[in-house]
């Protein structure tokens, strides 16, 4: 049987944005606050249309997860989520031209407005069912069962990301405490941290993802339970775990988010290479500091290109995670001065990255041509090799754009970067006969030095 909707009569004269409402702790129903300025801060239409429509129809529906969040703390939504208590079919007959269900492990429905505009509409979800073969093992296979708010609520991860807006009577429910946790710049998981981290081990890294980006602190026993699970990343889903990757990735906080990773001991499971390759956070041998303080550097000057509006595409993130380890061992192994082994060496290290996280053909190619072309850089002028060619070659902008977080991490080879860019854009402005003209050159080279000599 459904659980009451929650108490949403009609809002008393309060006009700051966290009022209390009248009925704020009265009972132990959710805390509603009246939140007119934060209503007001919604800028989307579609999302809004998509309450309007599915509450005439007599469903509930609210703004929910992180768009709530951010406009708490002053941030601009990524996208506005809607949850309801309508089913996706239904939902679906509500927006009958423009609306699909997608997903099989979480179904929910996408409202499209444009080509632009998605609203992802999902249905409130219950206590998700852990596997059934083994009552030990919480880890979640199916998120499909539909619930009340207040259920829906307490599935999510996190407290803060467990608040529901109403734009309509601009008020918000509470069923979790992540208002006041939202306060005291806190992230907490919602219920047991230990039950709810090893239900979904990839809520480790999105602690340390909104942790490091909101600046909050996490309460101590959800970092607890987050080390003593840590381990568990290994069985999660090698996509998801890549994707949290990358998002830490291209945080702008990705410095801390790495040593959030490595003090929790989650680096050692989802990228054991470089994780051995940086050494423990507080015993490490000498070599390892080195190592770890040049890639602290490299993140640094990630961080920093990040809040100037750069976004590393995938294949530079992960060159950027395995560019040491790749010298390194090319070092150890004497092969740094021969391009051909240097290359065979990249597709070794590419090659178990790709095992361990599923990437794409397309994306480890990239990668391993990215990290190999680091050299080519550093290449005098040889008489067979056409700069500017390289210049137009399909990696050499991500390729660069590595040689280029570099040089900023290492603070020299400043001016080679230089070079290269001003040879880029001369390249670009090469008319395309001339460009055909030093292709033909380079393929007669080709030609004339594969004839076999004569005796
Ligand atoms: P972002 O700004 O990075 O998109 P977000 O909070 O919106 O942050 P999403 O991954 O878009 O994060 O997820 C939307 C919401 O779904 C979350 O706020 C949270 O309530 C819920 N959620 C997402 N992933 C999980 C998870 N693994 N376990 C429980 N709840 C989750
Ligand atoms: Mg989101």
Known sequence: MPAPAPDLRPA??????????????AHDGPRIIDAPDIARRVRDENAQRVISRLARNGHEAYLVGGCVRDLLVGRRPKDYDVATSATPRQVRRLFPRNSH????RFRLVHVHYGHESIIETATFRSEPQAREDNDEDLLIVEDNVFGTAAEDA??????????????????????VGGLEDLDSRLLRTIGAPLVRMQEDPVRILRAIKFATRLDFHIEDATWDAMCATAPDLARSAPPRVLEEILRLLRSGTALGAFRKLRRCGALQPILPDLDAHLGPLDHADDAQRERAEEFDRLLEALDSDVHTGYEPTTPVCLALLYHGIVERDAT???????????????????????????????????TRRILVQQGTFLRGSSRHFRPRLFCLS??????????????????????????????????LAMPAEEIEAERRRGRRRGRRRRRPRKS
Do not use: K
Not at 154 to 175: A, C
């Open 332 to 366: 150890e192994r004497g092969l740094e001065d021969s391009m051909a082994d240097y290359a065979q060496l990249t597709g070794e290290h590419i090659d178990a990255l790709c095992e361990q996280t599923r990437l794409s053909r397309r994306h480890s190619g990239r």
């Open 12 to 25: 008393p004269d309060h006009h700051s944005a966290l009022a209390p409402h009248p009925d704020d702790g």
């Open 154 to 175: 307490r599935r999510r991860d996190f407290t803060v990301n467990g608040l529901f807006l109403d734009p309509n009577s601009e008020r918000i429910i509470d069923f």
């Open 394 to 427: 399909e990696d050499f902008p991500e390729a660069l754009e590595l040689f280029r977080l570099r040089a900023a991490a290492q603070g020299r080879g400043w001016d080679i970067y230089e070079g290269w860019a001003e040879r880029y854009r001369e390249a």
């Open 101 to 104: 269900i997608i997903g099989r």
